[in-house]
C-alpha cells in the first residue's frame, strides 16, 4: 500500500493545462453528441483532479513544516496561478451550464451540479483576479504570522496549539498567567493583524463591487457553494440562538461556577471540574490504536476505511515546532486519500480530532469515486454533520481513552458543544456586520466584537487581561481571516448531530444506516435536501433548536456534575 510520504509532487505544467482547457471548452461549444460532451466533462474533472491533487500535496506539507521553502515557493505558485486557472474554469462552467444538452447533463450529473455551477459563474469574473492573488497572499502571510508564535512560558518556548494544556492546568494562576502571555503574543502582532484583516475587507469588498453585488455578503455565501438558503436564512437562525440557547448556556455557566467554587468565573477558567479535564491517558499511539478498536467494532466501513488512515501514513497528528496550527482533513483526488491533520497536545481534543476530523475522512472515503469532483464533500455545514456526529458515535468507546474521565468526559464534551452555538453565532454575525460596512476603522471592529460578545456570551469576563476586553479575542480564528461566513456552519451542523445523538439514543441501527448513507451522499445535493433525505429537521425552522436542546438538557440535568 502506497504511504503518503510516496506520494508524487510535480509542479503542474501550466501552459500544457491551459491549453488543454481551452481546446476542452472549444470541443464542447462545437461538439453534437450528448455522449461526447458527457466524455469531454468526465475529462474536464480528471485535468481538475490533477491539478487538485498537487496543490493539495503543496498544501499539506507546508502545513506540516511552513518554514520548508521548496513548499513555501510552490505555495506562492499556486496562490499565483490558482486564481487564472480558476478564470478558464468558469468559462468550461458556462459552457456546461448553456449547454444544449443541459437535460441529459442533469441526468448525468444531477441538478445540483448545475445549482453549483450556477454560484460558481456568478462569484467570478476574469477582472477579480488580481484580487484573488492578493486574497490568497493575505492568508498565507496571516497563517504564517499565527504559525511563527514563539512563546516563552514556565521555562520552555511553545507555540499557541503546545499553550493549551497550561490554558487548561488546575492551578488558576497558571491559567491565567498563560492567557495573558497568549494575549501578549497577539498583541505584539496587533499592527500586522489588523493591517492584514483590513486589506482582505477592502479586497473582498472590492471584488463584491466589481461583479455587482452590493457588498462582499451575497457574494461569500456564493463562494461558500450555498445554493438553497441566504443570509435572511441565517439571520433568522441566529435570532434562535439568542433566543433558546443562550440562557441555557448561562445555567451551565453557573452549574459551572458552583462545581468548582469560583464566584467570579473568568475566561481563563476553562477546566470543568476541580479534578481537572477529562484527559486521555495515553500518547499519540495509545490513542490510535484505541481507535484502530473502536472503528472496528463500530462498523465493517469504519474499520476499512480506518486502517487504510493509518496503513497509508495519511494521519499526521503530533504538534512540531513550525507545523502550522489547528486542524483539518482534507481529500487527494488521484490517490482516493483522505489526510487529517492535527496538533495534539494532550487535552481531550486529542481525542475529539479522532472523531471529528475522521468523521470528514469517512464521509469523502464513502464517496470517494464520485466521478465530479464538486460532490465528493458536500458544502462545508453538511461537511460539518459528518464530523460532529461521529464525536457521538464515538461515545460507547470513551472509555478506552478516558478511562475513569469517561463520565466526565460525557458532559463536558455535550455541554460544551451547547454551549458552543452562542460563540459560533457570535462569530457569524461579527463578519455580517464587518463586511456590511466595509468602510469600518480597525478600532470599530474591536468594539463591535466586544459589543456582539455581550450579547452571546454575557457571562464572559477576561479579567485583568485589556488586551481582550477590548475586542481581540476574534484574532484568534482563523476562520475568520481564510474563510468568511464559513463558521456558522459548525454550529449548523452542531444542531443536526445533536438529533444523531438522540436518534443513536433511541435506534443505534437506524441512526447509524442514515448517518452512512447520508455520509455516501456526498455533495450530490444541497445542505437543506440533505437534510431532508436524512430526516433531520432544518435548524432554519423556527422552533427545531428549542425542540433539539431541550432532551440534551434533559440528559445533561441526571448528571450530578458536582460529584466529577
Known amino acids: 500500500m502506497q504511504k503518503f510520504k510516496d506520494y508524487q509532487y510535480q509542479r503542474p505544467d501550466v501552459d500544457k493545462i491551459k491549453h488543454e482547457l481551452v481546446s476542452i471548452k472549444e470541443q464542447l461549444t462545437k461538439e453534437k453528441e450528448v455522449v461526447n460532451v458527457i466524455e469531454l466533462v468526465k475529462k474536464y474533472f480528471l485535468i481538475q483532479d490533477e491539478l487538485d491533487t498537487q496543490g493539495q500535496l503543496v498544501s499539506i506539507r507546508t502545513s506540516l513544516d511552513t518554514t520548508d521553502e521548496f513548499y513555501d515557493q510552490e505555495q506562492s505558485f499556486f496562490d499565483e496561478v490558482s486564481p487564472v486557472l480558476q478564470g478558464l474554469f468558469t468559462d468550461i462552467n458556462k459552457v456546461i451550464y448553456q449547454s444544449e444538452f443541459k437535460p441529459q447533463l442533469i441526468e448525468t450529473f444531477g441538478a445540483h451540479y448545475f445549482d453549483q455551477l450556477k454560484v460558481s459563474i456568478e462569484s467570478f469574473s476574469d477582472e477579480i483576479i488580481p484580487l484573488m492573488i492578493e486574497e490568497n497572499k493575505l492568508a498565507s502571510k496571516q497563517q504564517k504570522l499565527v504559525a511563527s508564535a514563539q512563546i516563552e512560558f514556565e521555562g520552555g518556548v511553545y507555540n499557541l496549539s503546545q499553550m493549551a494544556p497550561f490554558t487548561q492546568s488546575l492551578s488558576r494562576e497558571t491559567r491565567k498567567q498563560a492567557q495573558l502571555v497568549i494575549s501578549n503574543f497577539f498583541e505584539s502582532i496587533e499592527s500586522d493583524i489588523d493591517d492584514i484583516y483590513d486589506n482582505m475587507v477592502k479586497v473582498r469588498h472590492e471584488m463584491a463591487q466589481k461583479l455587482g453585488y452590493k457588498n462582499y455578503v451575497e457574494l461569500g455565501y456564493q463562494r461558500l457553494g450555498r445554493t438553497d438558503y441566504n443570509a435572511s436564512d441565517v439571520k433568522a437562525y441566529r435570532k434562535q440562538i439568542k433566543r433558546d440557547v443562550v440562557p441555557v448556556v448561562e445555567e451551565l455557566v453557573k452549574r459551572k461556577a458552583k462545581r468548582l467554587g469560583i464566584n467570579d468565573l473568568k475566561s481563563y477558567d476553562t477546566i470543568s471540574f476541580l479534578s481537572g479535564n477529562p484527559t486521555p491517558k495515553g500518547d499519540k499511539d495509545f490513542l490510535v490504536n484505541h481507535a484502530k478498536t473502536m472503528y472496528k467494532e463500530l462498523s465493517k466501513e469504519t474499520d476499512e476505511f480506518f486502517n487504510f488512515m493509518v496503513d497509508s501514513e495519511l494521519l499526521e497528528l503530533d504538534s512540531k515546532k513550525g507545523k502550522a496550527g489547528g486542524g483539518y482533513c482534507t481529500f487527494i483526488p488521484s490517490y482516493k486519500a483522505p489526510f487529517i491533520f492535527a496538533n495534539f497536545n494532550g487535552t481531550s481534543h486529542d481525542v475529539d480530532v479522532l472523531t471529528h476530523e475522521a468523521g470528514h475522512a469517512f464521509q469523502v472515503y464513502q464517496a470517494r469515486d464520485f466521478i465530479n469532483p464538486m460532490q465528493r464533500f458536500p458544502g462545508y455545514e453538511a461537511c460539518e454533520i459528518h464530523s460532529m456526529s461521529m464525536e457521538f458515535f464515538a461515545w460507547p468507546w470513551m472509555e478506552l481513552f478516558f478511562k475513569e474521565d469517561k463520565e466526565k468526559y460525557y458532559f463536558s464534551h455535550l455541554s460544551g458543544a451547547i454551549s458552543f452555538l452562542p ?108 437534510m431532508r433525505r436524512s430526516n433531520l429537521n432544518s435548524p432554519f425552522v423556527d422552533g427545531t433548536i428549542k425542540q433539539t436542546i431541550e432532551p440534551l438538557k434533559a440528559f445533561l440535568d441526571t448528571i450530578d456534575d458536582t460529584k466529577l
Open 423 to 530: 460563540y459560533g453565532a457570535l462569530v457569524d454575525e461579527f463578519q455580517h456586520e464587518v463586511y456590511e460596512n466595509p468602510q469600518m476603522t480597525k478600532e470599530e471592529r474591536k468594539a463591535t466584537w466586544a459589543r456582539l460578545e455581550k450579547v452571546y456570551l454575557p457571562s464572559k469576563d477576561y479579567g485583568e487581561d485589556a488586551f481582550m476586553k477590548k475586542g481581540t479575542y476574534w484574532y484568534r480564528q482563523g476562520h475568520i481571516f481564510g474563510s468568511p461566513f464559513y463558521y456558522i456552519d459548525y454550529t449548523l451542523a452542531q444542531v443536526c448531530a445533536f438529533q444523531y445523538w438522540i436518534r443513536d439514543h433511541r435506534n443505534h441501527e437506524e441512526a447509524w444506516k442514515s448517518y452512512v448513507d447520508l455520509c455516501k451522499l456526498g455533495g450530490a445535493y444541497g445542505f437543506v435536501e440533505l
